[in-house]
């Protein structure tokens, strides 16, 4: 079965007993094989007897991407090297590489959770399914041709970039699906319009994004340009690529993949856990994972978790669309801002595309952002007068709705970057001290 009935639907005290039993058995395996946790969980006094319970989950130590960091290459991983089967890695935009370890067994269910993944999308084997997340050291473009060779759909393996090709190959094939990141969806919407090529006549019908931020207006958009269903996937290096979490037809939500992640939220200053409902940072503990295992993992995506009934059966705990990254947050006027509520509120504008960078300087002690914004064509035509009362426009929808003042740059079509992964929406321009 392409998916796991089960599992996905399984009543949640059943699930929360599988969980606690694989918690323990996890603690256990890292407590014996990774000296890291070993010690950490001596400095803190926890043994693993001490699990009692899935809220005993809040006594274990958090692990954060440093520690990976500190640890590169293989200092985490819970098996010898022979018994490593593939490694993944993550370069992140900060120096130094993390690795993501596989088992055969690791490989397996990870192949297992994408395939989940697909068919709640919709997937079906008879599908010509058109892969272009990046194919290599990159978890996307691996996992999402796992799951869809799996399932036994007609997988193309087209790999991120070379956008007009990724067009004549979906005219081609007949690809029905499309992977890849929203950006990039954007990206090759844009370039069949200026091939003339009208991609709503293809047969393509949905396309599974994820891999970075992006919020239900974009989805909208993506949706409306592409004449397709945009549906989600969600997940990380750390904890073995995307099939974390992942969208069904609702829409309304990504159900985390309950049997081999346990999911918590928590306050990032404090790291107190959160209620179910409020808002927090993500943190996930790998359930069945064993070569490199993750005890609390901090994700730094904020969201909020959602315990309730779903329309299509599934009983998964589901999350938020990720609100933004910790990492990403500014604060501007003493205002938290997310590029997420940005992205949302240009969306409202009719005279602009959904290309945008968000640039932060530093004015005197104060930080100031610049919101550059592509203009559509005949708005950058109309010449000065026009762009300027576009611009006042915008700077008065934000402060209408964020109470803060920012400063707004329209610019020519084409002017911002196209992407072809994770486009990158914040330029921080103040020096490194500052920040
Ligand atoms: O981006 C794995 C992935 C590949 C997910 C393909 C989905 C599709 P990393 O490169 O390690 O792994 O980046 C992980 O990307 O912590 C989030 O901040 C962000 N991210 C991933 N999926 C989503 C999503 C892959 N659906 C980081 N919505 C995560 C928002 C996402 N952010």
């Known amino acids: 079965m392409p998916w796991n009935k089960e599992f996905e639907c399984m009543p949640m005290e059943k699930m929360q007993k599988f969980q606690l039993e694989k918690l323990r ?12 946790y070993k010690k950490k969980f001596k400095e803190l006094g926890i043994k693993p007897g001490d699990i009692k319970s899935l809220e005993d989950v809040a006594k274990l130590p958090v692990t954060i991407k440093e520690d990976l960091r500190d640890n590169y290459p293989f200092d985490l991983c819970a098996v010898p090297l022979k018994d490593v089967v ?15 370890p596989y088992t055969q067994d690791d490989l397996d269910q990870w192949t297992e959770c994408m395939t989940r993944n697909f068919w709640a999308a919709g997937v079906r084997p008879e599908d010509v399914v058109q892969n272009a997340y990046g194919h290599g050291l990159f978890t996307g473009g691996l996992g999402f041709h796992q799951g869809a060779s799996n399932m036994g759909c007609t997988t193309v393996p ?10 004549t190959l979906m005219k081609d094939f007949g690809t029905d699906i499309l992977c890849c990141t929203p950006s990039y969806a954007l990206t090759i919407a844009e370039r069949a319009e200026e091939l003339k090529v009208d991609i709503k006549a293809l047969p393509v019908r949905a396309g599974i994004f994820g891999a970075e931020p992006w919020t239900s207006q974009m989805r909208d958009e993506i949706e409306a340009r592409m004449g397709i269903k945009a549906m989600e996937a969600y997940g990380l290096t750390e904890l073995g690529g995307p099939g974390v979490a992942f969208d069904c037809s609702e829409q309304n939500g990504l159900h985390v993949n309950e049997d081999h992640y346990l999911a918590e939220i928590v306050d990032p200053a404090t790291l107190e856990p959160l209620p179910i409902g409020e808002k927090g940072e ?3 503990t790998s359930l069945q994972r064993r070569a490199m295992p993750m005890i609390r993992y901090r994700t730094k995506d904020i969201t909020r978790l959602r315990r309730e009934t779903c329309s299509c059966g599934r009983t998964f705990l589901k999350m ?58 005949e708005v950058y035509k109309a010449g000065k007068e026009k762009q300027s009362e576009v611009e006042g426009k915008i700077m008065g ?8 003042s920012v400063e707004v740059n329209l610019v020519e079509p084409k002017f911002i970057a196209r992407s072809e992964g994770k486009a990158l929406r914040v330029v921080d321009e103040r020096p490194k001290q500052l920040r």
């Open 86 to 100: 593939r490694v993944h890695a993550s370069s992140g935009t900060t120096g130094k590489p993390i690795t993501g």
């Open 397 to 404: 929808h934000i402060k209408g709705n964020m109470g803060i």
């Open 25 to 36: 058995e996890t603690v256990e395996w890292v407590a014996k094989k990774v000296p890291f």
């Open 320 to 377: 938020d669309k990720v609100f933004g990254r910790t990492d990403d947050m500014l604060i501007i006027s003493g205002v938290n801002v997310f590029p997420s509520q940005i992205e949302s509120l240009l969306l409202d504008i009719d005279e602009v595309e959904p290309q945008y960078r968000l640039i932060v300087r530093k004015k005197g002690y104060l930080d100031q952002l610049v919101v550059q914004v592509e203009a559509k064509g």
């Open 158 to 167: 087209t790999s991120a970039g070379l956008t007009e090709r990724q067009i």
């Open 282 to 284: 993500l943190i996930f």
